[in-house]
C-alpha cells in the first residue's frame, strides 16, 4: 500500500452509514452486484490539502474528513493520473451543487430498480453520482450516472488505475495517520515537532 504524508485534492472517500437507511443501501447492493458484497454506503471526494470534502448529504455539502469520520472505518483511494490541476478542474464541474437538497428522490430508482438510476436525474446525483460526475469533469472517468458507492469501491479496489492508499479506522487527524502509514524517525519526529507549533 502506498505511504502518504498528506491526503490530496481529487482523492476519494467511502464510508459505510451505519443507520437504517445505510443498512438498506447494503442490503440492496449486495443484492444486485455480481460479487454479492457491499461493504460502504457512501462516498464522497476531498478537494484540498487540509481534507475538506464535497459530498452529497442531505444538502450538498464540504466539511472536514477527520471531524466527520474519525473513528469509522473508512477508505481512500487515488487515481494514478489524479493532478491538482485536474482536481481543480473536477471541482469546477461540480461545485454548483454546493448547497442544493440531497437527490433523495433517485435513491428509489437505486433501492427498487437500479437500472433506472441512469435516467431521470435532471442533472442531480446521488452521493457516489457526484463522486463519478467530479471524475468526468476531471477527465478520468467517461459515465457518472447509475452508479452507487458499491461500484465506486470495486472501481477504486479492483482497477489498476487507482492506489488505495488507505483502508481502515480513521484516525482523529491527519498527523496520526500520517504516523500510522510512515514508520521513519526522523518523519516521526518532523510531524510531531509540526504537531507541537501548531
Not at 489498476?160 to 502509514?181: H, N, S
Amino acid at each position: 500500500m502506498p505511504i502518504i504524508l498528506t491526503l490530496k485534492p481529487g482523492d476519494i472517500f467511502l464510508s459505510r452509514n451505519p443507520m437504517m437507511l445505510g443498512r438498506l443501501i447494503n442490503w440492496v447492493q449486495a443484492f444486485t452486484s455480481k460479487d454479492n458484497q457491499s461493504e460502504y454506503s457512501h462516498a464522497g471526494v476531498i478537494i484540498d490539502y487540509k481534507a475538506t470534502t464535497f459530498e452529497a448529504l442531505w444538502t450538498n455539502n464540504c466539511q472536514n474528513l477527520f471531524e466527520a469520520y474519525g473513528g469509522k472505518k473508512v477508505l481512500i483511494a487515488r487515481h494514478k493520473a489524479m493532478t491538482p490541476d485536474r482536481a481543480m478542474v473536477g471541482w469546477n464541474g461540480v461545485k454548483h451543487h454546493k448547497g442544493k437538497i440531497y437527490a433523495g428522490h433517485r435513491l428509489l430508482f437505486f433501492l427498487i430498480c437500479p437500472p433506472l438510476a441512469k435516467y431521470f436525474c435532471l442533472g442531480m446525483a446521488v452521493c457516489s453520482e457526484m463522486v463519478m460526475k467530479f471524475l468526468c469533469k476531471a477527465g478520468l472517468s467517461k459515465a457518472w450516472k447509475g452508479h452507487n458507492p458499491d461500484d465506486v469501491h470495486d472501481m477504486v479496489a479492483h482497477w489498476k488505475e487507482y492506489d488505495v492508499i488507505f483502508e481502515g479506522i480513521l484516525p482523529l487527524d491527519a498527523y496520526t495517520l500520517a504516523e500510522q502509514q510512515y514508520n521513519d524517525p526522523y518523519v516521526d519526529n518532523y510531524l510531531k515537532l509540526k504537531k507541537n507549533r501548531g
